[in-house]
């Protein structure tokens, strides 16, 4: 039998910081929106994360331990103007620079965890999410059609950068603790020049929205 945190089920959700053309990172503020949150039952816990290959996967595995989550929801920040549902962590990377211009250590082949599967799947409910989320656009537009809403989409590629990095640590490392894992990216916030875009706070509000569904479907699957 599963053990159960004290005060209910725990949905820990992580962010990263600042990065490259990203000097404010929507992932790190929507989890740092949805910390202490109640929703029917599950607690959440939201936690920033560094963009150091060195780091990032500590700090959630720090987190996990402190927590003992039963759902580890990790986002991160995309160029699209709706949100990707990941389904498939890879295990490569690309040697590209974090923010203190280190490289990750790789193995051959660009192997992140050597001997280890080359990929997993996600174990969130990306249909349940998904179906969720067009909702919510759905009704959103039919209040202001000319509005930007953010929308869903399952995706088969989180990238080469820290975000698969840390996807692929959660789903290889911690299989026997949390359950429920995977990673989410959300929009960027409107760029300088780069036209209107999603707003700040419809990024936000989506985000959090995500979060508090994740939250509900915990609660079912953890209730008695």
């Given at each position: 039998m599963a053990v159960i945190p004290r005060g209910g089920p725990v949905l820990l959700v992580t962010g990263f910081g600042p990065f490259e053309n990203y000097p404010e990172n929507p992932s790190g503020d929507v989890a740092a929106a949805a910390d202490g949150r109640s929703v029917a039952g599950v607690r959440v816990v939201g936690r920033r994360?560094?963009?150091?290959?060195?780091e990032a996967w500590a700090a959630v595995r720090a987190a996990v331990a402190e927590h003992?989550?039963?759902?580890?929801l990790c986002l991160g920040v995309a160029p699209d103007p709706f949100i990707r549902l990941e389904v498939l962590a890879k295990n490569a990377a690309?040697?590209?620079?974090d923010v203190d211009g280190q490289h990750p250590p790789l193995f051959d082949l660009l192997r992140i965890v050597e001997g280890a599967p080359a990929a997993y799947w996600t174990t969130l409910p990306v249909g349940r999410?998904?179906?969720?989320?067009?909702?919510?656009?759905?009704?959103?537009k039919a209040?202001?059609?000319a509005g930007a809403f953010v929308w869903a989409e399952p995706w088969p590629d989180a990238g080469w950068y820290?975000?698969?990095?840390?996807?692929?640590?959660?789903?290889?490392?911690?299989?026997g603790q949390v359950p429920y894992r995977g990673f989410v990216h959300v929009p960027r916030y409107p760029a300088a020049g780069a036209g209107p875009g999603v707003p700040r706070g419809e990024v936000l509000a989506a985000g959090v929205f995500l979060v508090e569904e994740l939250a509900r479907w915990l609660a079912e699957q953890e209730g008695p």
């Open positions: 994360v560094p963009v150091r290959w060195g003992a989550p039963r759902a580890l690309r040697p590209a620079a999410l998904h179906g969720r989320l067009a909702q919510r656009h759905r009704e959103m209040g202001n059609e820290l975000c698969n990095h840390l996807f692929y640590h959660v789903m290889h490392y911690l299989g």
